[in-house]
């Protein structure tokens, strides 16, 4: 086994066209490091719905030069064969966009040159911009593909590669298996023509296009008042939120000054995800630090490319004067908001967000359908008008960006708390009148981070032979496994607990090496004096669920 390993290596390292992952794979060929070599060549990462993801380093099973220019070249085989758009001649148009990452220039340049050497026209967007800029870019340009080069809030030591196929939307079975299957098929990358010009790089019209296009999402003379304290999470966000914001008439946000340029070491946080604790501190002792006339209305975070926004608010709950909402919270809040102002057609959401969306789509009249997790599913729902998933994604604008947006999201929530701020009221006001109307719809998550994918295998597997009764007291009244599919949802890996008065969904995570489980319970709510108590109700609801599930798990 060692000889075919160093052979493997050896193999690969004469085509590898970076001299950095030459030099680190030279060093492990020296080295005899088999268990690491074994890491590397056990297998290759797997083009699927979400792209590709991994760390970076030399060897297959890693994100490098290597892997990405043949998945370049399988994206480019899948692409001719569907021909050319109908009714042109000329062959389709791929548009590139990258985030600040390490290496994602070099794949975004390495990704126009192989559509290029393919007989495909390739167009890569100026520098590093938000990841919707690029969906937005391939409808606007009539692209057949557009690709983000990007790992959005994963760790430092990541990168990944997103595909959108023509309509602006990311790809889904059985396109992902067809590219799949045309990647397997080079059979090495000297096959692969990579000249070295005749693509474009794009100025920056499309980017001022989007910017135009923010115009949609506000209500013509809507008030603009609401402080805001925004974050890029060292990521590529800043410069085109606060154009937007200046461009929509906000008050200037006041910058999160050690996070706000892109840093692809992402040095403040553990992790660059709003959503992972400790990530927002700068933040809440930026917006603590202002006051008076200066002090905040909100806190706005984006991810690191900007696809994603967090939201938090004054709440001195636990001592630190801010808190953040939940993606349910904000996806309810944008609901209610686009429905006041009498907004139309489907409202659409993961099967694992909160169901409080349902009621206010069905009290308002509207369409409202489940997807799976994903906006690659969430965005293709018949007559979108907006989608969500608690993932703090947010789709308010699907004419524009058919995908999640963390700028126009931004400014929809701004737009919101300064309608409030207008009445002397606050978002907080607003959930509470919801929770009343509809009942507490409360939401929390069991995550489990492993380091061996076989343990979240294990659990799933352990869940199906040893099916939970009950949780927290609460009996099981229906389970769903949902690699069945349903009338409504295709299959996928996942379980679907239906309780009296609750829900709880688990599955392992497409882009993260994480077991998932999503709860939420209901509680009625008689009016806004029974709030406290009902929130207490759910709270322990809620850890008694995700104790017995995690008993359950066996995580």
Same mark, same amino acid.
């Given at each position: 086994m060692h000889d075919e390993l160093i052979a493997q290596a050896q193999a690969w390292l004469t085509e590898d066209p970076d001299p950095d992952t030459r030099t680190e794979l030279a060093r492990l060929i020296d080295a005899k490091d088999e268990t690491e070599l074994a890491a590397r060549f056990s297998g290759t990462l797997q083009f699927g719905t979400a792209g590709l993801r991994g760390e970076l380093g030399a060897g297959p099973m890693r994100m490098n030069r290597s892997v990405v220019i043949r998945a370049a070249a399988g994206l480019a085989a899948y692409l001719k064969k569907q021909g050319p758009p109908a009714g042109e001649g000329e062959p389709g148009l791929v548009v590139i966009g990258y985030d600040a990452r390490h290496k994602s220039h070099d794949f !975004?340049?390495?990704?126009?040159?192989?559509?290029?050497?393919?007989?495909?026209? !390739?167009?890569?967007?100026?520098? $590093?911009?938000?990841?919707?800029?690029?969906?937005?870019?391939?409808? *606007?340009?009539?692209?057949? !593909?557009?690709?983000?080069?990007?790992?959005? *809030?994963?760790?430092?030591?990541?990168?990944?590669?997103?595909?959108?196929?023509?309509?602006?939307?990311?790809?889904?079975? $059985?396109?992902?298996?067809?590219?799949?299957?045309?990647i397997a098929a080079v059979p090495s990358l000297t096959t692969v023509p990579r000249p070295t010009e005749g693509w474009d790089t794009l100025d920056d019209s499309v980017l001022d296009a989007y910017l135009a296009r923010t115009d949609a999402v506000l209500s013509e003379g809507s008030p603009r008042t609401a402080r805001t304290v925004y974050t890029a999470m060292h990521g590529v966000?800043?410069?085109?939120?606060?154009a937007a914001f200046a461009r929509a008439g906000f008050p200037a946000p006041v910058l999160v000054a050690e996070q706000a340029d892109p840093d692809p070491e992402f040095p403040t946080v553990a992790f660059p995800n709003p959503e992972e604790p400790g990530a927002m501190d700068l933040a809440f002792a930026t917006a603590r630090a202002l006051s008076g006339e200066t002090a905040p209305d909100l806190i706005i975070a984006n991810d690191p490319d900007a696809d994603r926004c967090a939201v938090a608010v004054q709440d001195d709950t636990d001592g630190t004067g801010w808190r953040m909402l939940r993606g349910d919270e904000v996806g309810a809040l944008l609901a209610a908001h686009l429905v006041r102002r009498g907004a139309t057609g489907t409202f659409a959401e993961s099967i694992v967000s909160s169901s409080l969306l349902g009621r206010i789509a069905e009290k308002a009249g509207l369409p409202h359908v489940e997807t799976l997790t994903g906006f690659k599913w969430i965005a293709r729902a018949e007559g979108l008008r907006y989608g969500y998933e608690e993932a703090l994604g947010y789709c308010v604008d699907p004419d524009g960006v058919r995908?999640?947006?963390?700028?126009?999201?931004?400014?929809?929530?701004?737009?919101?708390?300064?309608?409030?701020?207008?009445?002397?009221?606050?978002?907080?006001? +607003?959930?509470?009148?919801?929770?009343?109307? *509809?009942?507490?719809?409360?939401?929390?998550?069991?995550?489990?981070?492993v380091e061996d994918l076989s343990l979240i295998a294990?659990?799933?597997?352990?869940?199906?032979?040893?099916?939970?009764?009950?949780?927290?007291?609460?009996?099981?009244?229906?389970?769903?496994?949902?690699?069945?599919?349903?009338?409504? +949802?295709?299959?996928?890996?996942? +379980?679907?607990?239906?309780?009296?008065?609750?829900?709880?969904?688990?599955?392992?995570?497409?882009?993260?090496?994480k077991l998932k489980c999503y709860l939420e319970v209901v509680i009625p709510v008689g009016s806004h004096k029974d709030l406290p108590a009902a929130r207490a109700k759910a709270t322990g609801l809620l850890e008694s669920i995700k104790r017995d599930l995690s008993t359950a798990a066996g995580i």
């Open positions: !975004a340049q390495d990704t126009a040159a192989v559509m290029t050497g393919a007989g495909l026209r !390739a167009a890569v967007l100026p520098r $590093p911009l938000p990841t919707p800029v690029l969906a937005f870019a391939t409808r *606007h340009l009539g692209a057949v !593909a557009g690709v983000e080069v990007t790992a959005s *809030h994963n760790p430092p030591r990541d990168n990944g590669y997103k595909v959108y196929l023509g309509d602006g939307s990311q790809i889904v079975p $059985p396109a992902d298996i067809d590219i799949a299957a045309e966000g800043k410069d085109v939120l606060l995908d999640k947006d963390g700028i126009t999201a931004a400014l929809l929530i701004t737009e919101l708390a300064s309608r409030l701020k207008e009445e002397g009221r606050t978002l907080l006001d +607003l959930l509470d009148d919801l929770a009343v109307e *509809h009942g507490l719809h409360a939401t929390d998550q069991l995550s489990v981070r294990a659990a799933m597997r352990r869940l199906r032979e040893q099916p939970p009764t009950e949780l927290a007291g609460l009996p099981i009244t229906h389970t769903d496994d949902l690699t069945q599919g349903t009338a409504e +949802l295709p299959p996928t890996d996942g +379980l679907r607990y239906t309780l009296d008065g609750a829900r709880v969904i688990v599955r392992p995570s497409g882009t993260e090496p």
